[in-house]
């Protein structure tokens, strides 16, 4: 049953991939979306790179304010990805070649974030600025590649210590969305390659399990004390932008 739901899972994750729903997949996904979007409005622009895409769900909102959109995967799904390689040796990508990086839910799954953060920060040209997300409140996924959970002063240490000004560090969810987002998977899993089925557990989960465990987490938790992690923005020192 469980290598049946992980399978469900992955080909959710390739159908909902530019989904304009993909958000109400889970009340994860939905903070994640609402922590995300505000500051990659505010901070990502001029030439973009994408490290640990995936199947860049952010890509449709990227296109329109990037000058250019680039990614990279370590075991891409599509043809399409600008570089294949892993985000803790860059050497196919040259010193100062962007303006912003995006890398969401990635520093989790390599042995060593100091050395993504050592090669993130020698690609940004100064005062370029990277956002990242972290998970605090995870199961275990994606085994046997999972190896960190982060606070928000393992986040900020993480970027002082390579070099960075430390911009904002936003809170994404708490207990009730990683509670939510267990369910969601189990339900949708269960079903997703049933028709009519799945539209029916898509519908219950969204207004039942999703928005309702979202919400909790905004009128509970406000101090984080029960994080499902965290969103944050550096910059690297020079020239304003």
């Known amino acids: 049953m469980q290598d049946w739901i992980r399978l469900n899972r992955q080909q959710m994750e390739q159908d909902l991939a530019q989904a304009p729903d993909r958000l ?81 839910e990635v520093l989790e799954h390599i042995p060593a974030p100091h050395k993504a953060l050592q090669e993130m920060y020698r690609i940004l040209s100064p005062g370029g600025t990277v956002l990242v997300s972290v998970p605090h409140l995870s199961r275990l996924h994606e085994e046997p590649y999972d190896f960190y959970r982060f606070t928000k002063y393992g986040l900020n240490h993480l970027f ?4 960075f000004e430390v911009l904002e560090i936003r809170l994404k969810g708490g207990i009730f969305s ?34 309702p465990c979202y919400g909790l987490d905004r009128v509970t938790d406000r101090s984080g004390l029960f994080a499902l992690g965290y969103v944050g923005v550096a910059r690297k020192p020079g020239m304003d932008r």
């Open 24 to 104: 109400c997949l889970s009340a994860a996904f939905l903070a994640q979306h609402r922590s995300v979007l505000p500051l990659m409005d505010r901070y990502v622009q001029g030439k973009v790179i994408d490290l640990g895409c995936g199947t860049m769900p952010y890509k449709r909102f990227l296109i329109g304010k990037a000058t250019t959109y680039h990614t990279l995967e370590l075991r891409p799904a599509s043809a399409s990805i600008t570089y294949v390689g892993d985000i803790q040796n860059m050497d196919m990508i040259e010193d100062r070649s962007y303006d912003s990086i995006i890398c969401l």
């Open 178 to 211: 990683f509670l939510g987002h267990q369910i969601s998977t189990f339900c949708l899993g269960s079903v997703w390659p049933v028709p009519g089925l799945r539209q029916l557990a898509w519908f219950l989960n969204k207004w039942i399990v999703t928005w």
């Open 160 to 163: 002082v210590q390579n070099g």
